[in-house]
């Protein structure tokens, strides 16, 4: 059996092959928006009887390969050796451990995705995080929603760009004239510069959702910064605006990762509905989950990549019906928190 080692790095994607009986084939390179790429050399190389290995650090290939039919396995900070600043274990190595320490991974699924077997620790650092929440909501640092004064609502949408879904979203954003904001994650933003400047030029905001969709838990100091000031670099390049909004992949945080954020003058934009849509539940419960509850001052999860999105993108004009229909104005995160 064959195991596919994919890392990321600061240009995309590193790919590397060991079978079994020690048979190693060299590392390939990638574009981070070239996933059909992935699926179709790994098809040639290995055939069908081969497990992906991705670390923690690498939140964006397990729904797209997995759709694809193939195995993706995860290599936690204890099954691999330790990262250097810039954050990645070199797809090499990751093949060894799928090679030698399969049993030791564990294999993501659609019900938990990327985090699969880590759901009850993620809720259990983010309860442990409330002290810090408060004190930096205090200072302007953190929201999970904005004021209420005004009847307002912010949609937003992470893990692109990715097209075709980016350009769908945007189209249906411009024909009901609403604005949202985009948490992009800066290997996307990095392959896909024209849609970044597409959605700035359409008036909408942007934000930082790292480089590579980690759990930020998993992260040293020096690894964080790295992945918020990489993904800013090449926003800014495109936009000529330093992102001062940030949101960590899956809502993830502990107080020490939440004050990393803060020293950089970043505040996390967290929310209080989430649609759902990253595990394709069906338009009825994407429109449902994100118009549920929904007051003054929300801020709705919704997601344009990676993988399928076509949910995402039929409910969206329901979504904005009903929100309109409610009394609702959509506004920006920026403009949301402005109360203006």
Not at 199 to 217: D, F, L, Q
Not at 279 to 290: F, K, R, S, T
């Amino acid at each position: 059996m064959w195991s596919a080692g994919i890392t990321w790095n600061t240009e995309g994607y590193e790919l590397a092959c060991v079978h079994d009986d020690g048979c190693r084939v060299p590392p390939v390179e990638f574009r981070a928006n070239d996933v059909q790429g992935i699926v179709r050399y790994l098809a040639e190389t290995c055939g069908a009887d081969v497990a992906v290995v991705v670390d923690s650090t690498n939140g964006l290939l397990d729904g797209p390969l997995r759709n694809a039919g193939l195995c993706v396995l995860r290599a936690d900070p204890w099954n691999v050796p330790p990262r250097p600043d810039d954050g990645f274990v070199p797809a090499l190595e990751l093949a060894r451990c799928g090679a030698v320490a399969r049993g030791c991974l564990t294999e993501t699924d659609d019900s938990a995705g990327a985090l699969t077997g880590r759901e009850g620790e993620l809720r259990r650092v983010i309860a442990a995080s409330s002290s810090a929440e408060a004190a930096l909501a205090g200072r302007g640092l953190l929201v999970t929603r904005g004021p209420g004064a005004a009847r307002r609502v912010a949609l937003t949408f992470d893990d692109g760009p990715a097209q075709p879904y980016t350009d769908r979203v945007l189209d249906v954003l411009r024909d009901y004239g609403v604005p949202a904001t985009f948490f992009c994650v800066g290997l996307h933003a990095h392959a896909d510069p024209a849609s970044v400047a597409r959605i700035a030029e359409a008036g909408h905001s942007v934000g930082n959702h790292t480089w590579s969709h980690p759990y930020v838990p998993d992260l040293a100091r020096d690894e964080l910064l790295f992945q918020l000031e990489s993904t800013n670099r090449s926003i800014a390049a495109v936009t000529g605006a330093v992102p001062r909004c940030a949101r960590p992949p899956y809502g993830a945080r502990t107080p020490e990762t939440l004050g990393w954020f803060a020293d950089q003058g970043m505040t996390t934009v967290l929310w209080d509905r989430d649609s759902g849509d990253w595990a394709a539940p069906g338009i009825p419960a994407i429109v449902d989950n994100a118009i549920a509850g929904v007051t003054s001052g929300s801020v709705i999860l919704m997601h344009d990549g990676p993988g399928d999105r076509s949910q995402t993108v039929a409910a969206l004009p329901r979504v904005i019906e009903a929100l309109v229909q409610d009394g609702y104005e959509l506004v920006t995160v920026d403009r949301l928190l402005a109360g203006d």
